[in-house]
């Protein structure tokens, strides 16, 4: 089989993220985020894990300053690209997120789009731990997963397929435990007939976990909703967004 080329594939990528998560979906999030927590020009935002920027740009746009982090250089260039056409307040950061420190002090950090399902219980809440030193007093913690337990346990699919433009995606995954987590392989199909086979693993946590990680790390969990700011979360709902301050 051939490979499909990173850089051809990337082309892509924000494509089928759209399909993932719709831009209707950012704007409710970004309207969600400015009032709930008293966001205004001047503000400062951590995004972290931010993606092609879909929140940090919007943000930036009503004046408030983003630090925009991710580990994808394409995702950083990206961003770096859009706030210099328009003069966005976002400094756009390459870095590994499990060692992203800087001095500056922010009223929130946001971590969306299932991205800390990424990464096993330690290294969560080393993450958690630098975001709460990043967090000013009383500055505040939105994560967003499809991923808790509440929400796997009930709706995890074995087999899946779908087509994003000229990709095919064949996915099977299973559900493991020690640690609990999804693994799963997709094999990605060109209408070429190119193809690529990548994994990907999600760490599966439940709200009782997340808020024992939240803790040690200094943050105390303040609400769980599935829509943000509207309905509190109940279980096999298709989204949570966990909301933490930082304590003191």
Request: hydrophobic fraction near 45%.
């Amino acid at each position: 089989m051939s490979n499909i080329n990173d850089t051809y594939f990337a082309g892509y990528y924000k494509e089928i993220w759209k399909t993932i998560i719709p831009d209707e979906l950012t704007v409710k999030e970004v309207d969600f985020m400015v009032p709930y927590f008293k966001l205004a020009a001047g503000s400062k935002v951590l995004d972290l894990m931010c993606g092609y920027g879909r929140h940090a740009i919007a943000l930036a746009k009503k004046g408030i300053a983003v630090t925009a982090v991710d580990n994808l250089a394409e995702y950083i260039t990206e961003i770096k690209e859009a706030a210099a056409k328009e003069a966005l307040p976002i400094t756009a950061v390459q870095h590994d997120i499990l060692s992203f420190k800087t001095d500056e002090q922010f009223d929130l950090a946001i971590c969306m789009g299932n991205s800390l399902n990424f990464f096993n219980a330690a290294d969560t809440i080393t993450i958690l731990k630098n975001v709460a030193a990043q967090l000013k007093s009383g500055g505040q913690l939105l994560i967003n997963s499809w991923s808790i337990a509440e929400i796997a346990f009930k709706n995890h699919t074995t087999k899946s397929w779908s087509t994003i433009g000229q990709f095919k995606f064949l996915t099977d995954s299973q559900f493991l435990f020690h640690p609990a987590r999804i693994d799963s392989t997709t094999i990605i199909i060109c209408d070429d007939g190119t193809t690529e086979t990548r994994q990907a693993v999600d760490y599966i946590f439940s709200i009782n976990e997340m808020e024992a990680m939240l803790k040690e790390a200094g943050l105390g969990l303040q609400e769980v909703y599935s829509i943000p700011g509207r309905k509190k979360f109940t279980v096999g709902e298709p989204r949570a967004y966990l909301v933490a301050k930082k304590d003191g």
